[in-house]
């Protein structure tokens, strides 16, 4: 898969200072089948749930992606840095794996912030990194994305300029429905080491 329009150097150029909330840097790590492996492992426990609506409207409910490995990741599309940065990362680790591995995985986006993020909003933005699939977006009401939010974690809050300061990392799901792995800002930028690890997660599971 490839064409993702931005990348990680475009975004890089052009980051105005906001304060993040990322995880710890790179550690290594072995997956089942061998190989080490770049994300930190997720804490033994049930996945959460994960029940919004796409972009057309439709529902997304993780329990029903069964078979694919799906990367959940909070954001927002006026988000001026981690988020298009990270998004770019993950284009650009899907470009590494082959068309059958690709076509298993999913991205999972959903908005921190839906009032401001209405679907064509939301579709145009994951259409700068690539196709539906594998990226979909998810929205719904702003309670709704709260609750998952705290289920998945994830932290934020309103900051100055009408931007928000969130938590960001990526949790890979594995085909299993398994949260296996997590990626903070500095733990996705080696698209190679990325796509290894999502290669590891689709066969293991």
């Known amino acids: 898969m490839r064409g993702a329009g931005i990348t990680r150097r475009a975004v890089l150029s052009a980051l105005p200072p906001v304060a993040l909330i990322t995880l710890s840097p790179v550690a290594l790590r072995w997956g089942r089948s061998g190989g080490a492996l ?16 796409k972009t057309d409207g439709r529902p997304f409910d993780l329990a029903a992606e069964h078979g694919r490995l799906v990367l959940v990741y909070f954001g927002y599309t006026r988000c001026p840095d981690v988020c298009p940065t990270t998004l770019a990362d993950v284009a650009a680790a899907l470009a590494h794996l082959s068309a059958g591995e690709a076509a298993r995985v999913r991205v999972a986006f959903v908005s921190l912030d839906p009032a401001a993020d209405p679907a064509a909003t939301l579709q145009g933005y994951l259409g700068s990194f690539g196709p539906s699939p594998p990226f979909v977006g998810l929205t719904g009401s702003p309670t709704a994305v709260a609750r998952a939010a705290a289920a998945w974690g994830v932290t934020w809050r309103k900051a100055k300029g009408g931007f928000f300061d969130h938590s960001s990392f990526v949790t890979a799901v594995d085909p299993g429905g398994i949260r296996r792995l997590r990626y903070g800002y500095a733990q996705t930028q080696d698209p190679i080491a990325l796509a290894h690890d999502l290669s590891v997660l689709l066969h293991d599971a």
């Open 38 to 53: 770049i994300g930190t492992p997720v804490p033994a426990g049930p996945t959460p749930p994960l029940a919004l609506s």
